[in-house]
Every structure is written in structure tokens, then in C-alpha cells.
């Protein structure tokens, strides 16, 4: 009698800790409950306002050429702050999961959570909703920051100007895409150092190694770097040369963390923990 109870009720916990929702919010309470998470969100909410206030406040309108003028973009400039603060929610992608691989505790994990590809869905839907949040709370106080140390005379936005609106939601959604891709890269690496270099490989060298081979490439494959993405089509609001359109860019970085996001549940579920 005590075995079947025993076999009964594990089958019971087996049954209900093994649904999305269970594992979610395990996955919720541990990346709350380590340091790391608060002290890469406090380097991106810093990055985020602190470039805003810098870049915007030593804008010299009265100085600056006619042409300078003709493409200055307020918005675009208030979001200087995300050349850090996609560093700093992809750095969080890829512990969310590395971390687990270097303490040893993915065995506990996996045993818990046996469906490895549920697994790293839930790890994905809570670091996604988290990173959305978060971005798009500082995306709207970087640009608010921006444009209060903005000096007269030159030009301010406002949320209802056209395009203005779009590109700080843009903003906020595009590091929580580059922290998916940093999860997916994180599955399949496996080494916290090793995932973050190829973060870092991917946001700030691709883009460097363009710039010695002509105009032509970097104008034809540049556009299709996440952080120049960035630059150029999600946060401008004024047109750009030779990049892809906000709709457009926004869909090839979803396409990119579809695609890490993939490759990480592949190696996950083919991979010995």
C-alpha cells in the first residue's frame, strides 16, 4: 500500500511539474533570485539613460553644418545608450542558461524537467517577458532623459510625432531579441565566456570587419547586422541609405533569435548534459 502511494503521488508531481506553467515559474524564481540578474539590469538601465543625457547634452546646434542639421534625429540620438545595453541584456541571455551548465545544476534541472525543448522554451518566455519590460521601461526614459537635456534651439520629439512612438517601442523590443539569441548561442556553447564572446563577435566585430572591404559590402551586408539594425532602421526616425526598413529590420533580428533559439534546442535535446 505505501509503494502504490508512494508510486501514485510521484506520478501526480511527475504530471503536474512538468507543464509550461510549472517550469516557468521555476525558471522566474531563479532568475530572480541571483545577483547577476540585478546587476546586469542596473548596468542596462544605466547605459541606457546615462549615454542618453551625455550624447544630448553636448549637441551644439548653433555649430553644426547645414547638412548636419538636415539629418540631425533626435530620437535615434537618444538612444546611443544601447550600444551598452544590448551588451547588457545579452550577457543575461547567456548566463540564464550557461550558468546551469557550469555549476552542474542542469542535471538537477533536467531531471526535474526531462522535455528539454519545454525546458528552454520556459527559460526563453520568462528572460523575453522580463527583457521586454525592462527595455521598454528605460527605452521610454532614455528618450524622455534625451530630450529634457536637449538645448534649445534645436529640434526636440515628441511620442506623437510620426515615427517617434514606434522607434522607442523598437528600442525597448530590440534587447530582448538580442538577450533570445544570447540564450539560444548559450544553449548550444555551453561556456558563459564562450557565449559571451560570440555575443560580443556578433553585436561589435561582424560590423568591424565590413568596414576594410569597400563601400559596396558594407552597404549590401551592413544592413542586416543586429546592431546597425538597430542604429539605423528601428530607433531613426529620419530615412537612412542603403538599410532596411523598421518593419523589415525588426523581422530579420526576430528571424535571428528564431534561429538561436532553434539551434539551442537542437543542441540541448541532442547533447549530453
Known amino acids: 500500500m505505501t509503494t502504490a502511494t508512494l508510486t501514485r503521488s510521484a506520478t501526480q508531481t511527475a504530471g503536474g511539474g512538468y507543464g509550461f506553467r510549472s517550469v516557468a515559474r521555476m525558471e522566474w524564481l531563479k532568475l530572480r533570485s541571483v545577483r547577476s540578474t540585478s546587476w546586469t539590469l542596473l548596468v542596462f538601465a544605466a547605459g541606457m539613460i546615462g549615454l542618453a543625457i551625455l550624447v544630448m547634452i553636448h549637441q551644439r546646434w548653433a555649430?553644426?553644418?547645414?547638412?548636419?542639421?538636415?539629418?540631425?534625429d533626435p530620437t535615434e540620438m537618444s538612444f546611443a545608450g544601447l550600444s551598452i545595453g544590448q551588451l547588457a541584456l545579452g550577457v543575461l541571455g547567456a548566463l540564464v542558461i550557461t550558468t546551469e551548465f557550469s555549476t552542474g545544476m542542469i542535471r538537477a534541472t533536467l531531471a526535474a524537467v526531462p522535455r528539454r525543448p519545454l525546458l528552454l522554451a520556459a527559460k526563453a518566455a520568462v528572460l523575453g517577458a522580463v527583457a521586454l519590460v525592462v527595455g521598454e521601461i528605460f527605452a521610454f526614459a532614455a528618450f524622455a532623459a534625451g530630450e529634457l537635456v536637449l538645448r534649445s534651439p534645436a529640434p526636440h520629439a515628441t511620442l506623437g510625432q510620426p515615427g517617434v512612438l514606434r522607434a522607442v517601442l523598437m528600442a525597448g523590443a530590440y534587447p530582448a531579441l538580442i538577450a533570445l539569441m544570447a540564450l539560444g548561442l548559450g544553449a548550444v556553447i555551453r561556456h558563459t565566456a564562450g557565449a559571451i564572446s560570440a555575443v560580443v563577435g556578433i553585436l561589435f566585430v561582424l560590423p568591424l570587419i565590413l568596414l576594410p572591404?569597400?563601400?559596396?559590402i558594407q552597404n549590401s551586408v551592413g544592413q542586416f547586422m543586429p546592431m546597425?539594425?538597430?542604429?539605423?532602421?528601428?530607433?531613426?526616425?529620419?530615412?537612412?541609405?542603403?538599410?532596411?526598413?523598421?518593419?523589415?529590420?525588426?523581422?530579420?533580428l526576430c528571424l535571428y533569435a528564431v534561429?538561436?533559439?532553434?539551434?539551442?534546442?537542437?543542441a540541448l535535446a541532442r547533447r549530453d548534459a
Open 259 to 266: 534561429v538561436a533559439l532553434a539551434l539551442g534546442t537542437w
Open 63 to 72: 555649430t553644426m553644418s547645414a547638412q548636419d542639421r538636415a539629418s540631425f
Open 213 to 216: 572591404l569597400g563601400t559596396s
Open 228 to 252: 546597425l539594425i538597430a542604429e539605423n532602421s528601428l530607433t531613426a526616425v529620419k530615412p537612412q541609405s542603403h538599410t532596411l526598413s523598421p518593419g523589415a529590420g525588426f523581422g530579420v
